[in-house]
């Protein structure tokens, strides 16, 4: 009876896992089934490189889509990932028990509020701020509406991200690695960023990668803050569009060769996701090497 109960579960998590495999698989073949064929009909060089999208015109052209894309990500990496990583420290380290059950919760409060919250607090708060900014200095933007603010509210959202992971990972390292440290007479500081930063490295990295993940993915508090011109960026304090926020709005009454583009544009965001992951795992299977 036991062993019948033993194969049982395991065919459950045999299932399981099939179940996910497939669903992998099922996206992929739907996006490249549908979007490849767009690519082919537009040209791989004028949909990736065209700077111009309009679809009453037949013309597609994603180029400022990846810029806005890889600039709001960039910008949401800047802010973000020191953040996150001296949160993290200060958590793992330095922050009295009594705090910390507080900050704890704050942090893993940030994971579930809806990235419409996010939008809309950064629409009354983040846009007016860099609105304000713009005005007093004479800069041109286009009112608050811009590359800036889309990173500050993705930085802020990728917060719970890359402190859940990496404080995890530094609580994870051996104890005798930061005592024989301060035994051998390095300070507090030094030994965190010399000696447990490092040894928990692989997952500060995958925290990082999980929070570029959400950033390059997120739509509805980009759509809301970042102006949404499908023009080349100009600046971060004017408007662009990304290719999660082209999608969604156009999606809705796209048809025909404007549906398949917007797909096309899928695939491509697809692929950017399947590269970070990959160029992650090379490095961490060299650091593990080394």
């Known amino acids: 009876m036991k062993n019948w109960k033993e194969k049982g579960m395991q065919g459950v998590f045999l299932l399981a896992a099939c179940a996910s495999i497939l669903a992998v698989a099922l996206i992929c073949i739907f996006l490249f089934a549908n979007g490849i064929p767009a690519m082919k009909e537009i040209g791989f060089l004028d949909f990736l490189t065209g700077q111009t999208w309009r679809p009453g015109n037949n013309i597609y052209g994603i180029l ?29 380290h330095y922050c009295p028990k009594k705090i910390y059950p507080v900050l704890k919760s704050a942090t893993e409060l940030l994971a579930g509020i809806p990235s419409v919250v996010y939008g809309f607090f950064g629409l009354v708060v983040i846009v007016p701020l860099v609105r304000d900014y713009i005005n007093t200095h004479g800069i041109r933007g286009n009112g608050g509406n811009s590359m800036l603010a889309a990173s500050i509210i993705l930085g802020i959202m990728i917060l719970p991200t890359i402190i859940g992971v990496t404080e995890s990972n530094m609580r994870s390292v051996p104890e005798q690695y930061y005592e024989g440290s301060l035994a051998l007479g390095a300070t507090k500081e030094r030994t965190i960023f010399r000696i447990v930063i490092p040894a928990a490295k692989s997952g500060v990295i995958a925290g990082v990668v999980l929070g570029i993940g959400r950033a390059i993915g997120e739509t509805m508090a980009v759509i809301m803050v970042a102006g949404n011109q499908p023009q080349m960026p100009q600046g971060i304090f004017r408007g662009l569009r990304t290719m999660t926020t082209n999608i969604v709005m156009e999606m809705g009454y796209a048809a025909d060769l404007h549906r398949e583009a917007l797909i096309a544009t899928a695939v491509v965001l697809f692929v950017f996701i399947l590269i970070i992951n990959l160029c992650v795992s090379l490095l961490n299977r060299r650091n593990d090497n080394d």
């Open 64 to 92: 400022p889509f990846i810029l806005g894309s890889i600039y709001v990500t960039a910008g949401a990496i800047i802010i973000g990932v020191p953040i996150g990583i001296f949160t993290s420290v200060f958590m793992a």
